[in-house]
Nanobody
Framework: QVQLQESGGGSVQAGGSLRLSCTASGYDFFSNSMAWFRQPPGKKREAVAL???????NYADSVKGRFTISQDNAKKSLHLQMNSLKPEDTAMYYCAVAFGSPTLETMAFLPDSLWHWGQGTQVTVSS
């Protein structure tokens, strides 16, 4: 079974930074389209950063200019650098791999059944 493990979450003040990491086992991590999602308590899950098999990237409007998704080939990992954090960024953050090798243009429209999720890491931003 493919396993994803997120790390790097924590509690920070508004304006601070965090760097999330995701490591994978059981499959070729960098041969698949990947994403970072987040889900605030009591709200629906949303994609915040997408990267496809060609390393093409797209961000949600709410995080553009503040978040950066990247792949680390040497460490076989995926990362999300989060700067200028706001209280509304508070959420459980999930690393995910998409089934079916979708392109960037279609990744945001995939149903939940076509994603494989990690366990999540909590990010809390205070005012």
């Amino acid at each position: 079974q493919v396993q994803l493990q997120e790390s790097g979450g924590g509690s920070v003040q508004a304006g601070g930074s965090l760097r999330l990491s995701c490591t994978a086992s059981g499959y070729d991590f960098f041969s698949n389209s990947m994403a970072w999602f987040r889900q605030p308590p009591g709200k629906k899950r949303e994609a915040v950063a997408l990267i496809d098999i060609n390393s093409r990237i797209n961000y949600a409007d709410s995080v553009k200019g503040r978040f950066t998704i990247s792949q680390d080939n040497a460490k076989k990992s995926l990362h999300l650098q989060m700067n200028s954090l706001k209280p509304e960024d508070t959420a459980m953050y999930y690393c995910a791999v998409a089934f079916g090798s979708p392109t960037l243009e279609t990744m945001a429209f995939l149903p939940d059944s076509l994603w494989h999720w990690g366990q999540g890491t909590q990010v809390t931003v205070s005012s």
